[in-house]
């Protein structure tokens, strides 16, 4: 090859060279990383929410084979005990079903709306209490001792003296199915808020953000899966507390009128009321983990096992 052949191609590649692109490759051809960690979190709470329904199936096939079992175990008269067919009949088939089912659904729905003063008042509480708490030690150690006290006496014996203070009324129902939901809700979100690292409180104190800020921008992102584990046990509680004031005070609902089923020997009406409060804490209570495990799963965030 002569010379100048050889020039002409040094020159051409070095042209070449000059005019290859230079630096990292293209976005359109890199892998999408938004794209990729989208996918991600909606496979994480699809699978969730897949997870959640397979639980909440389960456990109403394992109640009601429960219920099964025991009754043919124990041998209970079928007089006084009553199946699923026996609750089945009475709501659908008999003659009297749809007085029987305006009856019952009439009493489910007035214990839902106590059940849901009673949640509201209680969780509401609690979050206020916690917050407190994580900007006051102080206060925290003041009143801490007093939820303590609500917490470890029983109820039925608070319960006269609630009624005379409050009288036989909404506010009854507000107050007994609050503190039944206060003390485990307060203590679980003043865990969560304590939840997050000191290293994440160091850097809002660098930037000059002061007891609140920590509270709002770290405690409470931080102390989500504690809110929903408090969340959940709380709705069983809040239709106790309000089965308890109806009972004790204000009279209606299931718990107003199940205490008269004994006595008058209608066991059918007894066994479902006691079926519907039941299955509704179960409904309840899985829909409420199904949407915490799909928000914590698009959150990249686990539930707070043991609860």
Do not use: C
């Not at 129902?173 to 304590?194: D, E, H, Y």
């Not at 066994?271 to 309840?284: A, D, G, N, Q």
């Amino acid at each position: 090859m002569t010379e100048a052949a050889i020039a002409a191609t040094g020159t051409r590649q070095s042209a070449e060279a000059m005019n290859a692109p230079s630096g990292p490759q293209p976005p359109s051809q890199k892998p999408d990383i938004q794209v990729t960690v989208r996918k991600q979190v909606a496979s994480g709470a699809l699978k969730a929410f897949g997870w959640g329904m397979v639980t909440f199936v389960g456990t109403l096939v394992g109640v009601l084979a429960l219920w099964v079992g025991v009754l043919a175990i124990l041998n209970v008269s079928p007089m006084i005990a009553k199946g699923p067919i026996d609750v089945w009949n009475y709501l659908f088939t008999l003659p009297a079903a749809e007085a029987n089912r305006e009856l019952m659904f009439g009493n489910l729905a007035v214990t839902l709306g106590h059940s849901l003063i009673g949640f509201v008042s209680g969780l509401v509480v609690a979050i206020l209490g916690a917050s407190i708490f994580q900007l006051s030690k102080g206060i925290e150690h003041a009143l801490m001792p007093v939820a303590m006290l609500l917490r470890s006496v029983p109820l039925i014996a608070m319960a006269p003296v609630i009624i005379m203070i409050f009288g036989r009324d909404i506010a009854t129902v507000a107050v007994i199915g609050g503190i039944v939901v206060l003390f485990p809700a307060l203590v679980n979100i003043s865990f969560g808020l304590k939840s997050a690292s000191a290293q994440m409180n160091d850097l809002v104190e660098v930037y000059g953000g002061g007891s609140w800020a920590k509270l709002r921008k770290i405690a409470m992102p931080s102390s989500l899966p504690a809110f929903f584990a408090a969340v959940r046990i709380s709705v069983p509680g809040a239709i106790t507390g309000a089965l308890l004031a109806e009972w004790l005070a204000v009279g209606g609902g299931i718990g107003g009128s199940i205490a008269g089923y004994i006595p008058q020997a209608q066991f059918s009406a007894l066994w479902t009321s006691v079926v519907l409060v039941t299955i509704v804490s179960l409904v309840l209570y899985n829909v409420i983990q199904i949407v915490e495990n799909v928000v914590l799963a698009r959150m990249g965030m686990r539930a707070q096992t043991g609860i």
